[in-house]
């Protein structure tokens, strides 16, 4: 699958190929990705892959997961001019972009670290990157959400709309799920907070509610159903994580991690 991804990710930059190489003959060099702000690193995996398919050799100074600094060297790439140049691009582009969600999300991690809350993400992904972004979330200290429609069941509001009895729904639904899916239920006040838990959700999803409000579906859960798992999420942000991750809640998602991850700034120089 990353194969794949990288090949296109490739092609789309080189076309035809690159006029470059007409030009000039291929000669030995080198090249260092310099970072030009700090941030997180993420990427790693898809440019060894390139790495292997152009067969252009990296040396990591700093890898997947690992915090950095303006100034600091993060990689050194060795092989043929026209092979580094024709790739610097795709390079730079999967690095930049996996490493600024990376960054933005351990910003969020570290504010919630003392409470020992989960921070999840979202499907709020761009088409056909959601792999990709959720890899580089993970590489800034999140936890994955599901990754589409059959990893679990959610029952939405917009879902909620055409059940009649969610009780019964849900017990109709573990006849046919797999064994090990997980059922969460997307809740807007208390009062249908509540009637998850009675009807066995795995998981309740408090979404755009206030913290005191989720306190007391915390409060709800703690005294009757200490089993089910508590998310809290919608349009929360850094000014407004810690709040939510006071409240006891075992997770906090945000779709912000991606959506609102803006590029850090990083460079290759050829030696």
Known sequence: MIEEFVKEALAEDVGRGDLYALVEPAVPASAKIIAKSDGVVAGQKYIDVLAKLEKFSVQWLKSDKQAFHSGETIAVLEADSHTLLRCERTVLDMLLHASSIATLTRRYVAIIEPYRVKLLDTRKTRPLLRIF???????????????????????????????????????????????????????????????????????????????????????????????????????????????????????????????????????????
């Open 133 to 271: 972004e959720k890899y580089a979330t993970r590489c800034g200290g999140a936890v994955n959400h599901r990754m589409g429609l059959d990893d679990s069941l959610m029952i939405k509001d917009t879902h909620l709309k055409t059940i009649q009895n969610l009780q019964s729904y849900i017990e109709n639904a573990r006849k046919v799920i797999p064994f090990t899916a997980k059922i969460e239920v997307e809740t807007d006040t208390l009062f249908i907070a509540q009637e998850a838990m009675q009807a066995q959700a795995d998981i309740v999803m408090c979404d755009n509610m206030t913290p005191a409000q989720v306190e007391e579906v915390v409060a709800f859960r703690n005294e009757n159903y200490p089993h089910i798992l508590l998310e809290a999420s919608g349009n929360i942000s850094l000014e407004t994580i810690e709040s939510y991750a006071k409240t006891g809640v075992d997770a906090i998602s945000s779709g912000s991690l991606v959506h609102q991850a803006n590029w850090i700034d990083l460079s290759m120089k050829m030696d």
